[in-house]
Protein backbone atom coordinates (compact mmCIF):
# COMPACT_ATOMS: atom_id res chain seq x y z
CA UNK A 1 0.00 0.00 0.00
CA UNK A 2 1.51 3.41 -1.07
CA UNK A 3 -0.64 5.46 0.80
CA UNK A 4 -2.23 7.55 -2.10
CA UNK A 5 -5.68 6.61 -2.75
CA UNK A 6 -7.77 7.17 -5.49
CA UNK A 7 -11.50 7.08 -5.99
CA UNK A 8 -13.32 5.27 -7.94
CA UNK A 9 -11.48 2.02 -9.07
CA UNK A 10 -13.27 1.63 -11.85
CA UNK A 11 -16.19 4.19 -13.77
CA UNK A 12 -17.77 3.66 -16.67
CA UNK A 13 -19.58 6.26 -18.40
CA UNK A 14 -21.11 6.90 -22.28
CA UNK A 15 -19.35 9.61 -24.63
CA UNK A 16 -19.78 13.54 -24.21
CA UNK A 17 -20.24 12.95 -20.35
CA UNK A 18 -17.89 14.73 -17.73
CA UNK A 19 -15.99 12.29 -15.01
CA UNK A 20 -14.42 13.48 -11.42
CA UNK A 21 -11.59 11.41 -10.34
CA UNK A 22 -10.24 11.88 -6.78
CA UNK A 23 -6.99 11.24 -5.45
CA UNK A 24 -5.77 11.64 -2.21
CA UNK A 25 -1.85 12.26 -1.43
CA UNK A 26 0.09 10.27 1.43
CA UNK A 27 0.50 12.49 4.71
CA UNK A 28 2.82 15.20 4.31
CA UNK A 29 3.63 15.38 0.67
CA UNK A 30 2.51 18.27 -1.06
CA UNK A 31 3.19 17.27 -5.05
CA UNK A 32 0.39 15.58 -6.57
CA UNK A 33 1.06 14.20 -9.99
CA UNK A 34 -1.13 13.25 -12.83
CA UNK A 35 -0.45 10.15 -15.30
CA UNK A 36 -2.49 8.92 -17.97
CA UNK A 37 -1.70 5.06 -19.10
CA UNK A 38 -3.32 3.22 -22.41
CA UNK A 39 -2.11 1.18 -24.85
CA UNK A 40 -1.58 3.43 -27.75
CA UNK A 41 0.44 6.18 -25.56
CA UNK A 42 1.62 3.98 -22.93
CA UNK A 43 2.28 6.52 -19.62
CA UNK A 44 2.20 9.85 -19.73
CA UNK A 45 2.33 13.04 -18.01
CA UNK A 46 -1.01 15.27 -17.53
CA UNK A 47 -0.62 17.46 -14.89
CA UNK A 48 1.63 18.59 -11.43
CA UNK A 49 0.08 20.50 -8.39
CA UNK A 50 2.75 21.45 -5.80
CA UNK A 51 0.60 23.00 -2.63
CA UNK A 52 -2.73 23.87 -4.19
CA UNK A 53 -0.84 25.50 -7.19
CA UNK A 54 -0.48 23.95 -10.54
CA UNK A 55 3.18 23.32 -11.20
CA UNK A 56 3.76 21.79 -14.72
CA UNK A 57 1.62 21.11 -17.80
CA UNK A 58 2.24 17.81 -20.16
CA UNK A 59 0.02 16.42 -22.62
CA UNK A 60 -3.30 17.53 -21.17
CA UNK A 61 -6.64 17.99 -23.36
CA UNK A 62 -8.17 21.04 -23.11
CA UNK A 63 -11.21 19.13 -21.97
CA UNK A 64 -9.41 18.04 -19.19
CA UNK A 65 -7.96 19.75 -16.27
CA UNK A 66 -7.38 19.49 -12.39
CA UNK A 67 -6.75 21.41 -9.13
CA UNK A 68 -5.57 20.95 -5.41
CA UNK A 69 -7.49 21.71 -2.49
CA UNK A 70 -6.45 23.37 0.24
CA UNK A 71 -6.29 20.28 2.34
CA UNK A 72 -4.02 18.37 -0.44
CA UNK A 73 -6.48 15.95 -2.30
CA UNK A 74 -6.66 16.46 -5.78
CA UNK A 75 -9.22 15.94 -8.67
CA UNK A 76 -9.20 15.56 -12.00
CA UNK A 77 -12.44 16.36 -14.48
CA UNK A 78 -12.51 14.83 -17.39
CA UNK A 79 -15.45 16.08 -19.88
CA UNK A 80 -16.86 15.87 -23.14
CA UNK A 81 -15.54 12.42 -23.18
CA UNK A 82 -14.47 10.58 -26.14
CA UNK A 83 -14.20 6.61 -26.35
CA UNK A 84 -10.31 7.49 -26.58
CA UNK A 85 -10.13 8.99 -23.51
CA UNK A 86 -10.71 4.80 -22.10
CA UNK A 87 -7.51 4.76 -19.89
CA UNK A 88 -6.43 4.05 -16.87
CA UNK A 89 -5.32 7.38 -15.15
CA UNK A 90 -3.04 7.81 -11.77
CA UNK A 91 -2.22 9.73 -9.16
CA UNK A 92 1.33 9.83 -7.70
CA UNK A 93 2.27 12.00 -4.54
CA UNK A 94 5.67 13.33 -3.64
CA UNK A 95 7.21 15.21 -1.09
CA UNK A 96 7.97 18.43 -3.23
CA UNK A 97 9.60 17.39 -6.62
CA UNK A 98 12.60 16.99 -8.38
CA UNK A 99 14.65 13.78 -7.59
CA UNK A 100 11.49 12.63 -4.92
CA UNK A 101 10.29 9.74 -5.14
CA UNK A 102 6.47 9.42 -6.45
CA UNK A 103 4.37 6.85 -5.16
CA UNK A 104 1.20 5.76 -7.25
CA UNK A 105 -1.96 5.37 -6.40
CA UNK A 106 -4.15 1.96 -7.45
CA UNK A 107 -5.58 4.06 -10.61
CA UNK A 108 -9.06 4.50 -11.97
CA UNK A 109 -9.95 2.66 -15.04
CA UNK A 110 -12.33 4.45 -17.21
CA UNK A 111 -14.20 2.93 -19.65
CA UNK A 112 -16.23 5.85 -21.92
CA UNK A 113 -18.71 3.56 -24.40
CA UNK B 1 11.44 16.64 -23.74
CA UNK B 2 13.29 13.58 -22.58
CA UNK B 3 12.86 10.21 -24.39
CA UNK B 4 13.28 6.57 -22.82
CA UNK B 5 14.00 3.35 -24.69
CA UNK B 6 13.04 0.47 -23.48
CA UNK B 7 14.72 -2.54 -25.81
CA UNK B 8 12.29 -5.26 -25.92
CA UNK B 9 8.77 -5.15 -24.82
CA UNK B 10 8.64 -8.68 -23.62
CA UNK B 11 11.16 -10.85 -22.04
CA UNK B 12 11.24 -14.72 -20.80
CA UNK B 13 13.19 -16.12 -18.68
CA UNK B 14 13.59 -19.40 -16.72
CA UNK B 15 13.47 -19.08 -12.93
CA UNK B 16 16.29 -18.92 -11.43
CA UNK B 17 17.98 -17.13 -14.71
CA UNK B 18 19.14 -14.19 -14.65
CA UNK B 19 17.02 -11.23 -15.51
CA UNK B 20 18.17 -8.34 -17.64
CA UNK B 21 15.90 -5.19 -18.65
CA UNK B 22 17.32 -2.41 -20.89
CA UNK B 23 16.65 1.06 -20.46
CA UNK B 24 18.53 4.01 -22.19
CA UNK B 25 17.91 7.36 -22.27
CA UNK B 26 18.25 10.40 -24.59
CA UNK B 27 19.37 13.89 -22.61
CA UNK B 28 22.98 15.05 -23.14
CA UNK B 29 22.78 15.85 -19.06
CA UNK B 30 22.03 12.91 -17.19
CA UNK B 31 18.57 12.71 -15.54
CA UNK B 32 17.05 11.47 -12.39
CA UNK B 33 16.33 7.93 -13.39
CA UNK B 34 13.68 5.38 -12.06
CA UNK B 35 12.35 1.79 -12.55
CA UNK B 36 9.00 1.20 -11.27
CA UNK B 37 7.21 -2.07 -11.11
CA UNK B 38 3.53 -2.77 -12.20
CA UNK B 39 1.78 -5.98 -10.85
CA UNK B 40 -1.55 -6.85 -12.78
CA UNK B 41 -4.35 -4.12 -11.70
CA UNK B 42 -2.07 -2.25 -9.38
CA UNK B 43 -0.70 0.95 -9.38
CA UNK B 44 3.37 1.44 -9.83
CA UNK B 45 5.75 0.60 -7.28
CA UNK B 46 9.11 1.91 -7.24
CA UNK B 47 12.23 -0.35 -7.34
CA UNK B 48 15.23 1.69 -7.14
CA UNK B 49 16.35 4.96 -8.32
CA UNK B 50 19.69 6.71 -9.29
CA UNK B 51 20.06 10.67 -8.35
CA UNK B 52 23.71 11.00 -7.51
CA UNK B 53 27.09 9.53 -6.50
CA UNK B 54 27.15 5.73 -6.58
CA UNK B 55 26.80 4.06 -9.98
CA UNK B 56 25.15 1.12 -9.32
CA UNK B 57 22.28 1.42 -7.45
CA UNK B 58 20.08 -1.14 -4.90
CA UNK B 59 16.39 -1.51 -4.97
CA UNK B 60 13.99 -4.13 -3.39
CA UNK B 61 13.38 -7.72 -4.27
CA UNK B 62 17.02 -7.91 -5.23
CA UNK B 63 17.34 -6.18 -8.14
CA UNK B 64 19.81 -3.60 -9.32
CA UNK B 65 20.67 -1.41 -11.57
CA UNK B 66 24.13 0.51 -12.90
CA UNK B 67 24.17 3.86 -14.78
CA UNK B 68 26.25 4.18 -17.48
CA UNK B 69 26.82 7.75 -18.85
CA UNK B 70 28.86 6.16 -21.68
CA UNK B 71 25.86 4.59 -22.92
CA UNK B 72 23.31 6.83 -21.45
CA UNK B 73 21.88 3.79 -19.71
CA UNK B 74 20.81 2.12 -17.00
CA UNK B 75 20.03 -1.37 -17.09
CA UNK B 76 18.04 -3.46 -14.53
CA UNK B 77 19.23 -6.73 -13.60
CA UNK B 78 17.91 -9.35 -11.08
CA UNK B 79 20.52 -12.61 -10.34
CA UNK B 80 17.91 -15.05 -9.98
CA UNK B 81 14.62 -14.57 -11.47
CA UNK B 82 12.05 -15.71 -9.21
CA UNK B 83 7.85 -16.47 -10.30
CA UNK B 84 7.13 -13.67 -8.13
CA UNK B 85 8.97 -11.08 -10.36
CA UNK B 86 6.53 -11.75 -13.72
CA UNK B 87 4.86 -8.31 -13.79
CA UNK B 88 5.56 -5.05 -16.21
CA UNK B 89 8.76 -2.78 -16.34
CA UNK B 90 8.91 0.69 -16.76
CA UNK B 91 11.96 3.14 -16.47
CA UNK B 92 11.18 6.95 -16.19
CA UNK B 93 13.08 9.89 -16.44
CA UNK B 94 12.98 13.44 -14.77
CA UNK B 95 14.80 16.25 -15.15
CA UNK B 96 18.23 16.92 -13.15
CA UNK B 97 18.45 19.93 -11.18
CA UNK B 98 14.49 20.57 -11.89
CA UNK B 99 12.26 20.84 -8.90
CA UNK B 100 9.37 20.10 -10.69
CA UNK B 101 10.10 16.03 -11.00
CA UNK B 102 7.69 14.82 -14.40
CA UNK B 103 8.15 11.69 -15.22
CA UNK B 104 8.70 10.32 -18.72
CA UNK B 105 7.97 6.86 -18.95
CA UNK B 106 9.47 4.19 -21.33
CA UNK B 107 6.84 1.74 -22.97
CA UNK B 108 7.40 -0.83 -20.56
CA UNK B 109 9.13 -4.36 -20.55
CA UNK B 110 6.87 -7.41 -19.64
CA UNK B 111 8.65 -10.05 -17.71
CA UNK B 112 7.47 -13.21 -17.62
CA UNK B 113 8.91 -15.98 -15.63
CA UNK B 114 8.97 -20.07 -16.79
CA UNK B 115 9.00 -22.54 -13.44
Known amino acids: DSGVTQTPKHLITATGQRVTLRCSPR?????VYWYQQSLDQGLQFLIQ???????AKGNILERFSAQQFPDLHSELNLSSLELGDSALYFC????????????FGPGTRLTVL | AQSVTQLGSHVSVSEGALVLLRCNYS??????LFWYVQYPNQGLQLLLK??????LVKGINGFEAEFKKSETSFHLTKPSAHMSDAAEYFCAVSDRGSTLGRLYFGRGTQLTVWP
Open chain 1, 49 to 55: YYNGEER
Open chain 1, 27 to 31: SGDLS
Open chain 2, 50 to 55: YTSAAT
Open chain 2, 27 to 32: SSVPPY
Open chain 1, 92 to 103: ASSVGGGRDTQY
